[in-house]
């Protein structure tokens, strides 16, 4: 039986180069199939995931030997740390090593949000010229508001404040005199979604987080204001966002992470023919050079508790 089970994607090349010898199973469909990943970990001291393998109940107790869980990001509300913990098994996030990716997915769908002129492709191609319609906006002179500052919101900041926009940020987590409110003015988060046009989503999903942006406090954003989630499903209500973009209260949104993880078709139709909205399938952090850096963080962590 495998010492190393991954059961999820990652750079392959990190595997050979790092792992050379070792007793390694390496499925990246392995977390589709639960029964075989449970028989899988039998003898296994080190598991490695991302964010769909849902280390908990029957898969910790599948696993007497285990020592560590990798994770190949940052989140880790798909692994129960408080079990883990109490059995002595390290949890060790790639934290820092995606911060870029997910900043510029932030920029990006910031851009082509405020822009809008993106859409006019169908219809430039058919002959149509749609100027008045796609004129758009842009992010000089706006506001952008960051709800958390941590590493990928501090990345993001330095990017925002390099096109020309004004930063504010809420985090009742980060001292005062933290040298990251260099990058941002320190508002409370009521005075963000008010001041800012544009949202920027960047805190765990927790028991204070969950629901934070329900249909009160979309409702309390700046008409025409844009909302940005790449953090994680469960902050914002799906449904209210909808409903906010079909009014035209909010002037977009662009999502990567969801409530349920994939969509299923009911979840899905909540999103059809909602205008001005981006939807990307939790890879925000995910680019060819971030699984690199990523994946060859996981495994030296994971290394390092298994010389332990």
Same mark, same amino acid.
């Given at each position: 039986?495998?010492?190393?089970?991954?059961?999820?994607?990652?750079?392959?090349?990190?595997?050979?180069?790092?792992?050379?010898?070792?007793?390694?199973?390496?499925?990246?469909?392995?977390?589709?199939?639960?029964?075989?990943?449970?028989?899988?970990?039998?003898?296994?001291?080190?598991?490695?995931?991302?964010?769909?393998?849902?280390?908990?109940?029957?898969?910790?107790?599948?696993?007497?030997?285990?020592?560590?869980?990798?994770?190949?990001?940052?989140?880790?509300?798909?692994?129960?740390?408080?079990?883990?913990?109490?059995?002595?098994?390290?949890?060790?996030?790639?934290?820092?090593?995606?911060?870029?990716?997910?900043?510029?997915?932030?920029?990006?769908?910031?851009?082509?949000?405020?822009?809008?002129?993106?859409?006019?492709?169908?219809?430039?191609?058919?002959?149509?010229?749609?100027?008045?319609?796609?004129?758009?906006?842009?992010?000089?002179?706006?506001?952008?508001?960051?709800?958390?500052?941590?590493?990928?919101?501090?990345?993001?900041?330095?990017?925002?404040?390099?096109?020309?926009?004004?930063?504010?940020?809420?985090?009742?987590?980060?001292?005062?005199?933290?040298?990251?409110?260099?990058?941002?003015?320190?508002?409370?988060?009521?005075?963000?979604?008010?001041?800012?046009?544009?949202?920027?989503?960047?805190?765990?999903?927790?028991?204070?987080?969950? +629901?934070?942006? *329900?249909? @009160?406090?979309? =409702? &309390?954003?700046? /008409?025409?204001?844009? %909302?940005?989630? #790449? !953090?994680?499903? +469960?902050?914002? *209500?799906? @449904?209210?966002? =909808? &409903?906010?973009? /079909?009014?035209?209260? %909010?002037?977009? #949104? !662009?999502?990567?992470?969801?409530?349920?993880?994939?969509?299923? =078709? &009911?979840?899905?139709?909540?999103?059809?023919?909602?205008?001005?909205?981006?939807?990307?399938?939790?890879?925000?952090?995910?680019?060819?050079?971030?699984?690199?850096?990523?994946?060859?963080?996981?495994?030296?962590?994971?290394?390092?508790?298994?010389?332990?």
């Amino acid at each position: 039986m495998a010492d190393i089970v991954i059961s999820e994607f990652m750079d392959e090349a990190a595997i050979r180069e790092l792992l050379p010898g070792r007793d390694v199973l390496y499925d990246a469909k392995l977390v589709d199939h639960p029964a075989d990943l449970i028989a899988a970990l039998a003898d296994a001291r080190a598991l490695v995931v991302r964010n769909r393998t849902q280390v908990r109940g029957a898969l910790l107790e599948a696993a007497p030997k285990l020592r560590v869980v990798g994770r190949l990001g940052v989140g880790l509300d798909n692994i129960d740390v408080e079990t883990c913990k109490a059995r002595g098994i390290a949890v060790c996030p790639a934290t820092g090593a995606n911060d870029v990716a997910v900043a510029e997915w932030a920029i990006t769908a910031m851009l082509v949000l405020l822009r809008g002129a993106w859409s006019a492709t169908p219809q430039v191609i058919a002959g149509a010229w749609p100027r008045m319609s796609t004129i758009g906006r842009e992010a000089s002179g706006k506001t952008l508001g960051l709800v958390g500052l941590g590493g990928i919101a501090r990345e993001t900041a330095t990017r925002a404040a390099a096109l020309g926009l004004r930063i504010c940020a809420a985090d009742p987590l980060l001292p005062a005199d933290h040298p990251a409110w260099k990058l941002a003015e320190r508002v409370t988060l009521d005075e963000l979604v008010q001041r800012s046009d544009v949202v920027s989503l960047h805190v765990p999903l927790t028991d204070e987080t969950r +629901g934070l942006f *329900d249909a @009160a406090r979309i =409702a &309390a954003m700046r /008409r025409g204001s844009i %909302l940005l989630n #790449a !953090a994680r499903g +469960g902050v914002v *209500d799906e @449904a209210a966002l =909808a &409903a906010a973009l /079909r009014s035209g209260h %909010l002037g977009g #949104a !662009a999502l990567d992470v969801f409530a349920q993880e994939p969509l299923d =078709a &009911a979840q899905g139709a909540l999103f059809a023919g909602v205008p001005n909205l981006l939807l990307t399938p939790h890879i925000a952090g995910v680019t060819d050079e971030s699984n690199v850096r990523v994946s060859r963080v996981t495994l030296e962590a994971v290394l390092r508790h298994l010389k332990d």
